[in-house]
């Protein structure tokens, strides 16, 4: 007898930030938990974070934007 067990793995969620490239290179960016929508784009984190929060979202995430897109998974 041979032991199976079956684990479902999870996949990232892959997001495609190429359209934030292209907007706000070399800008920190806060966008919804759920990144479908931008906030704000500012200079600094702590610009980003705080321009967010003031506006109502509780928990942003925010992100930095290189300057070249390539290619990673958050």
Do not use: N
């Not at 996949?11 to 490239?21: A, E, G, H, N, T």
């Not at 784009?41 to 925010?62: N, Q, S």
Request: charged share 30%; no cysteine.
């Amino acid at each position: 007898m041979g032991y199976t067990h079956t684990m479902k793995s999870k996949r990232p969620k892959v997001i495609d930030m190429f359209p934030l490239y292209k907007k706000y290179p070399g800008k920190f960016v806060a966008v919804t938990p759920d990144f479908k929508k931008v906030i704000v784009a500012r200079d600094t984190f702590h610009d980003a974070l705080a321009k967010a929060r003031e506006l109502g979202v509780k928990r942003p995430l925010v992100e930095w934007i290189p300057w070249e897109a390539t290619s990673y998974l958050l």
